[in-house]
């Protein structure tokens, strides 16, 4: 369990297949504290760390992650948003994440806004998964690359994010272009919403 707070973004210092998986290693300040077995989330995509020496630590994301997520775009000396899962005794400062990635979007506008900046997100329209709860609303939360926002004028297909310049120094978001491929993590509450509706 997340709650969509980015820590800081790992750097990519090392990619390496193994048949259909791919093993992810990075740096990052607190990697010396990661334990064997450890859940971290990775632009929002739940991984268990697998080795660690020294500032290095690596993870595994199988075909299906891959498929589902950006990870296999991935290239060495990418910049990464990391999150340690929740301690039960801590503040939920963002929104209930669970890093099971749903699918990717492609962000399609970006402008300024009196010292934010907003990002347009675009995804596949697919209106089986939007009865299962796969949208946003408006006000509502959404997850891109593990950050946890709040929906502007959402669409069928389509959302914005407005990002003040802390979130945008201190994760990729800096490094998001037209074009760019993010992760998406629809709200899990809507989900059990729409998922409850079918029994009503």
């Known amino acids: 369990m997340f709650s969509g707070i980015v ?14 998986n791919l093993h992810i290693t990075l740096t990052c ?15 929002g995509v739940c991984l268990t760390v697998v080795s660690r020496e020294g500032d290095n630590y690596t993870v595994t994301a199988i075909d299906e992650t891959l498929q589902r997520s950006n990870l296999g775009q991935l290239q060495v000396g990418d910049e990464v948003n990391l999150e340690r899962s929740m301690q039960l005794n801590e503040r939920l400062d963002g929104h209930i994440v ?3 990635v749903d699918e990717t979007a492609v962000c399609t506008a970006i402008a300024e806004a009196d010292g934010s900046t ?6 596949p329209l697919d209106p089986v998964m939007a009865r299962k709860g796969y949208f946003t609303v408006d006000k509502g939360s959404v997850t891109v690359n593990g950050v946890s926002l709040t929906v502007c004028n959402p669409t069928d297909n389509t959302f914005q994010v407005c990002i003040i310049p ?7 978001f ?15 509450i809507g989900k059990y919403i729409s998922r409850l509706s079918h029994f009503a």
């Open 118 to 123: 907003i990002f347009t997100f675009e995804y």
């Open 166 to 172: 802390y979130t945008l120094e201190h994760t990729n």
């Open 29 to 43: 300040s607190f990697a010396s504290t990661l334990t064997i077995d450890q859940s971290v989330a990775h632009n």
């Open 7 to 20: 820590e800081e973004t790992a750097r990519v210092v090392a990619l390496r297949r193994e048949q259909s």
């Open 98 to 100: 669970q890093g099971h």
């Open 174 to 188: 800096h490094a998001i272009r037209v074009g760019t491929r993010v992760n998406i993590e629809f709200d899990i």
